[in-house]
């Protein structure tokens, strides 16, 4: 059954609900991890855990919980709920105050752990690849923070969504491409597999990390350095990485084809690399 925790409470979503004072609902004030858990086991909740801490930190969120405690009540909501493909998100915000923009330092955060059924995923993603288009980056400048303000993407996935297309990358003023509203994105440009570096203008996601290593693995030529728009209109091949879709081929670029229009080789590759980690 889907469950949700919340500050200790446990029980199902519909049921859980916090204040109008928190301050994630007035100013999406907190941060948030999503996790995947593959046969009943958490994939990498470690790195996600850390994560969770280093965007805390960053947002001068102090959480009063230690990285045991988070694992514990995180494990625990997932064997509870007894699902075993499941789909987590952690959340922390602020904590609870009158609306007020200045924040008192010793507030208690608001803990919130979701389990849900994954979402089914079409084979046809990652045999047919999908659409995406590139917009002009106009997020804040630290994207490295997992925030839960997250609306700015959310304007992105709309324009997407009305030019048919799964996913927007941001485009710096120098045309250089950031990373995906929800992803990270590779490319291969002559033979060399392209990402951006972990600085402030991407979030660096656990599935690029992982998708590193298999390359590393697999000896595939890797420079993680910024690229431009004209290297992506070139690629041979693009793809985008996320906890939930993993590794999902880009076959098309605002209307033009990318590598024949056919997912490229080395993404299978590195998504079978993956793949093999969590079986
Ligand atoms: N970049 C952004 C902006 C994201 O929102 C996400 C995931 O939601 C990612 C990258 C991928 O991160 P991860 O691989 O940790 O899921």
Known sequence: M??????????????????????GYNFGDGVYEVLRAYDGVIFALEEHLKRLESSAAAVEIELPWKPAQLK????DTLSKSGIKEALIYIQ?????APRSHSSEADMLPNLLV???????IPPSLYSEGVKAITMP?????????????LQASVLAKRRADRAGAAEAFFVLPDGTVTEGASSNIFIVKDGVLLTHPADNRILSGVLRHFVLKVAESLEVKVRVEPFKISDLMKAEEVFIT???AEVVPVVNVDGKIIGGGQPGP????L?????SLHE
């Open 271 to 275: 998504h079978q690399g993956f793949t």
């Open 114 to 120: 979701t389990v849900r059924n994954i979402i089914e």
């Open 137 to 149: 980056e106009f997020r804040w400048q630290m994207c490295n923070i997992k925030s839960i303000s």
């Open 266 to 269: 080395l993404t299978g590759l």
């Open 72 to 75: 514990n009540i995180t494990e």
């Open 2 to 23: 889907e469950l949700a925790y919340l500050n200790g409470w446990l029980g199902s979503l519909e049921e859980a609900h916090v204040s109008v004072n928190d301050r």
């Open 242 to 244: 996320g906890t939930v």
């Open 92 to 96: 922390v915000t602020r904590g609870t």
